[in-house]
């Protein structure tokens, strides 16, 4: 089923802050800077363990609740009918809301078989736990079996997306399919900010290499999550623009995908990930 809007695709919500590897009071503390900086999209997950400083953090802030985009994602051992219900309710409580704003099901099984955890998406949704569900880490093919059974909007598939990794055939399957993308490793873990392509357009666009970076994502219609602990650099972060870049210079950094294809997480770090498209 096509998406109807999706929370991804507010301009709100399009600058994500990503909690991941944060925990404790270094990840409090980051969150406080980012939401006085202005972000409002806050993304966590079963499997990063810091849902419980994520739901401190939030209830010490000044920062309405209901301004908030929460997202987080069921774990992988959690999408079948006997785990699913009580890990949502741990994340709930840990997170100190009663409702998640987008639920995210965090990586599909290798060979394809997600109907269970999907059915158990859609009735999160439908039980009032979720107010958006989605996906993430999902293939085409995957994309599209999903977008068949589930008779409610996919919010977005929350993908590795950077300028070092080709993503392109992707992404129009998505934007066929009505199903926004969102970002995560979105400067390659730093990696894309020395490449000498992006270091020169930083120097002719006076951006950092970081806010090149961002700013091609958001050109590329596609929503992030970036992570820092240090002020400056939430900051700059936070600063990207989708037209902050000429037609030239977007053409210039997509041709680095196609030169470099440099996944970060692949198998040697997930072991169970889906060959990839």
């Not at 695709?9 to 980051?30: H, N, S």
């Not at 041709?255 to 997930?270: F, P, W």
């Amino acid at each position: 089923m096509s998406a109807t809007a999706s929370p991804y695709q507010d301009p709100a919500f399009v600058r994500g802050f990503g909690t991941f590897p944060l925990d404790g009071e270094p990840l409090i503390e980051a969150l406080h800077a980012a939401l006085a900086l202005g972000y409002r999209a806050i993304d966590t997950a079963q499997m990063y363990g810091n849902e419980a400083a994520v739901g401190q953090a939030l209830r010490t802030s000044p920062v309405a609740r209901d301004s908030l985009l929460l997202t987080t994602k069921i774990a992988p051992a959690n999408t079948n009918a006997r785990d699913f219900w009580p890990s949502l309710e741990a994340s709930l409580k840990a997170l100190d809301c009663s409702q998640i704003d987008c639920l995210l099901l965090h990586w599909p099984d290798p060979q394809g078989n997600n109907a269970e955890a999907l059915r158990l998406l859609q009735e999160a949704q439908q039980r009032g736990l979720a107010r958006h569900v989605g996906i993430s880490n999902y293939t085409i093919a995957m994309m599209r079996a999903a977008s068949q059974q589930l008779e409610v909007p996919i919010a977005c598939n929350q993908i590795e997306f950077h300028p070092l990794l080709d993503q392109s055939h992707v992404a129009a399957a998505a934007d066929e399919l009505g199903i926004p993308l969102t970002a995560y490793c979105a400067v390659a873990r730093g990696k894309a900010l020395s490449e000498p392509t992006i270091v020169a357009i930083a120097e002719e666009a006076g951006l950092s290499p970081a806010q090149v970076t961002l700013s091609w994502i958001l050109a590329k219609g596609v929503a992030f999550n970036a992570m820092s602990t240090k002020p400056k650099n939430l900051a700059a972060n936070f600063a990207a623009k989708a037209d902050a870049l000429s037609a030239e210079q977007i053409a210039r950094i997509d041709a680095l995908g196609a030169q470099h294809m440099y996944r970060i997480v692949d198998r040697s770090k997930v072991p169970t990930a889906p060959d990839w498209d």
